[in-house]
Structure formats: C-alpha cells, structure tokens
C-alpha cells in the first residue's frame, strides 16, 4: 500500500511541476510564495470531514447545537466513550496521538513543510522540471545524515551502495542542467535555482526524519486531521509573510490575472491537497529513506514528459543517470523489505 501511494505521488508531483513550470517559463504568473501559500492553506479543508468524524452532538443535550470534542484519534471497542487523553505505554505498543498532540505536531511542522514546498517551487522558476526532481533527490543523503542522527537510520553495505549509485545518477544528470529562461545566465542558474533546490531537499529530509521520529507508526495519526491544522496554521500564522516579500520587494503580491491562470492554480492546488496527504501515508507506511528515493522516480518521468509534450531530447549520459537513480530505489526498496519481513 506504501508503494502505491508513492507511485500516485511520483505522478502527481511531476504534474504540478510541469504545470508551474509552464506559468514560470513563459512569465505569465511567476509567483511561487502565493502558489506555496495558497496550496498549503487549501490544506485547511481537511478538517471538515474530521468535524463531523471528532466531534460529536452531545446525548446528554438531545440536540445538535453542542459539540463534543473526542480527546483521542478515535474511540474505545465499545465505540461510546472516548479514549483518555493519556494512555501508557505498555508491551511496545503506541498509544494513539490525541487531537491536541496531533495539534501540537502539525503546530511544530508548520514552517518547515512550507518552507520546503516553498524552496521546492521557487527553484522552478530558473531549473526546469527535470533539473528540479534531479536535485530534489538529494534530499536522500540529508534523510540518512539526520536519521542516522535522530537514530532513525542506520548506515550498512546495502544502503551506501545505493545512495552512492543515486549520487553518481545524479552528477550524471546534472551535466545536462540548462537556464530556464534566456534572460537568465547558466551561472545564475546554478548559483540561484539549484541552492533552491537544494535547501528544499534539506527541509525535505528534516521534515521526513523528524515526523517519523514523532509518530513512528502510521496507525498512531490521522493524516487528514494532521494536514488541516497545518493548512489552518499556514492561515491563520503565516500570512504576515505574504506582507514581508511583497514590500521587501523579493516577489510582489498580485492576484491571478487571468481566468486560465486561477484554473491551473486550482487544480494544482487539488494535486498538492491529495498529493501531500499520500506522501505522509507513503512515508509512515514504508520508511523516510525508500519514499525519499523512492521519489526519485520522478526524474525518468519526467525525462519522458519533456520528450513527449516539449520534444526535448537528453543526452544518454542523462539516460544512464535516470538508470542509477532507478536501480537505487529497487536495491533499496528490497533491502528495506527484507528487514521488514526478518523484524
């Protein structure tokens, strides 16, 4: 089930991407903090299933006018009373996040997931898609450097191997990184466009690490009540922010200047809502290290999507890379299995 919502997210990530990098490249609406900041805060329409799922009318009033708040990500057996609001640990087992942990989590992860969709973004905006997905891989090395850390990841022959053979698809592909747009330099690129990307890997292996650390099995949060208090965050927190760069001058705040353009907005905003949400599922389903190289994936994808809709041929040094990167995330993936099945 993990590998199949990873396959979904490969999908829809290098969709969006090509849908952003097309509103870049041709400077129709090159505004990667307001995309971030909206697609994050859609993030809040989570919570409206979960209202009617966690809070309850009240039997005791016979009404529907006061609602009750369960204290825990779920009920008893008995489905009638609520699970307490701590509950021990006993032989190995985790007790569900509370609501009010679940809000504490997403409290903490606020930032840090938008700055990383955030960095993610903007790279677009001087890389194309595939130069973006090559250098957000790299977010593997940062997964095992902070896991190994946090003690989450263990280094082993298997796992260096693999991550040396991503590192080698990855320079392998680099060598083909080309300016986005004419105005721009190579060396701009470089020194703007694939930090971005970079820092975005960064913020990328961190978040994976720690929320990992935090909920350590997948059954222990309900991911939909965890992304709509982060959308409700992003809202309610961090609009100020949208005040900062536009005033600042670092990218001035305009709303969507044409009907087409709130259309390709809107729908990458339901790509990155759906998206995000079976990343997180991916991610505590498997572990932080194969769903980061798992996403690897994206680079062949979009390797294909650049020949099929933008007719843009690659050298075979970039069709060798994306094999590396491939057989990484296969080795890998069988190795992870095998501890699993041997656990």
């Given at each position: 089930m993990g590998l199949f919502f990873l396959c979904c997210v490969v999908v829809l990530w290098v969709l969006s991407s090509f849908l952003l990098n097309n509103l870049f490249e041709e400077k129709v609406y090159s505004k990667p903090f307001?995309?971030?900041?909206?697609?994050?805060?859609?993030?809040?329409?989570?919570l409206v299933p979960c209202y009617f799922r966690y809070w309850k009318p009240s039997p005791m009033e016979g009404n529907h006018d006061n609602l009750v708040p369960e204290t825990s990500i779920g009920i008893n057996n008995y489905g009638i009373e609520p699970l307490p609001e701590i509950i021990e640990e006993s032989d190995d087992k985790l007790h569900p996040l509370t609501i009010s942990e679940t809000l504490k989590l997403s409290f903490c992860f606020c930032i840090l997931w938008l700055m990383s969709n955030l960095l993610n973004n903007a790279s677009l905006v001087y890389t194309s898609v595939s130069s973006q997905t090559i250098l957000s891989s790299t977010s593997s090395f940062f997964t095992m450097l902070v896991g190994y850390l946090v003690n989450q990841e263990t280094f082993n022959k298997t796992k260096i191997i693999s991550l040396v053979g991503l590192l080698v698809g990855v320079i392998c592909v680099t060598l083909n990184d080309k300016p986005q747009t004419a105005d721009v330099t190579p060396f701009q690129t470089i020194l703007i466009g694939d930090v971005l990307a970079l820092l975005g890997a960064l913020c990328y292996g961190i978040y994976s690490i720690l929320l990992k650390l935090k909920v350590k099995d997948d059954s222990r949060m309900d991911m939909k009540l965890f992304f709509g208090f982060v959308g409700v965050f992003n809202t309610v927190l961090l609009w100020p922010s949208l005040l900062f760069v536009h005033y600042t001058g670092i990218e001035r705040f305009q709303l969507p200047p044409s009907r087409n353009v709130w259309y390709v907005l809107l729908f990458n905003c339901a790509i990155s809502f759906l998206a995000d949400f079976l990343w997180a599922r991916a991610m505590l389903l498997t572990s932080p290290l194969t769903v980061t190289v798992g996403?690897?994936?994206?680079?062949?994808?979009?390797?294909?999507?650049?020949?099929?809709?933008?007719?843009?041929?690659?050298?075979?040094?970039?069709?060798?890379?994306?094999?590396?990167?491939?057989?990484?995330?296969?080795?890998?993936?069988?190795?992870?299995?095998?501890?699993?099945?041997?656990?």
């Amino acid at each position: 089930m993990g590998l199949f919502f990873l396959c979904c997210v490969v999908v829809l990530w290098v969709l969006s991407s090509f849908l952003l990098n097309n509103l870049f490249e041709e400077k129709v609406y090159s505004k990667p903090f307001i995309i971030t900041w909206f697609n994050t805060a859609s993030f809040s329409l989570y919570l409206v299933p979960c209202y009617f799922r966690y809070w309850k009318p009240s039997p005791m009033e016979g009404n529907h006018d006061n609602l009750v708040p369960e204290t825990s990500i779920g009920i008893n057996n008995y489905g009638i009373e609520p699970l307490p609001e701590i509950i021990e640990e006993s032989d190995d087992k985790l007790h569900p996040l509370t609501i009010s942990e679940t809000l504490k989590l997403s409290f903490c992860f606020c930032i840090l997931w938008l700055m990383s969709n955030l960095l993610n973004n903007a790279s677009l905006v001087y890389t194309s898609v595939s130069s973006q997905t090559i250098l957000s891989s790299t977010s593997s090395f940062f997964t095992m450097l902070v896991g190994y850390l946090v003690n989450q990841e263990t280094f082993n022959k298997t796992k260096i191997i693999s991550l040396v053979g991503l590192l080698v698809g990855v320079i392998c592909v680099t060598l083909n990184d080309k300016p986005q747009t004419a105005d721009v330099t190579p060396f701009q690129t470089i020194l703007i466009g694939d930090v971005l990307a970079l820092l975005g890997a960064l913020c990328y292996g961190i978040y994976s690490i720690l929320l990992k650390l935090k909920v350590k099995d997948d059954s222990r949060m309900d991911m939909k009540l965890f992304f709509g208090f982060v959308g409700v965050f992003n809202t309610v927190l961090l609009w100020p922010s949208l005040l900062f760069v536009h005033y600042t001058g670092i990218e001035r705040f305009q709303l969507p200047p044409s009907r087409n353009v709130w259309y390709v907005l809107l729908f990458n905003c339901a790509i990155s809502f759906l998206a995000d949400f079976l990343w997180a599922r991916a991610m505590l389903l498997t572990s932080p290290l194969t769903v980061t190289v798992g996403l690897c994936l994206t680079i062949p994808l979009a390797l294909m999507c650049d020949i099929i809709f933008k007719f843009k041929f690659n050298s075979p040094i970039y069709f060798f890379g994306a094999f590396l990167v491939c057989f990484s995330f296969y080795w890998i993936n069988k190795h992870e299995k095998l501890d699993s099945e041997n656990s």
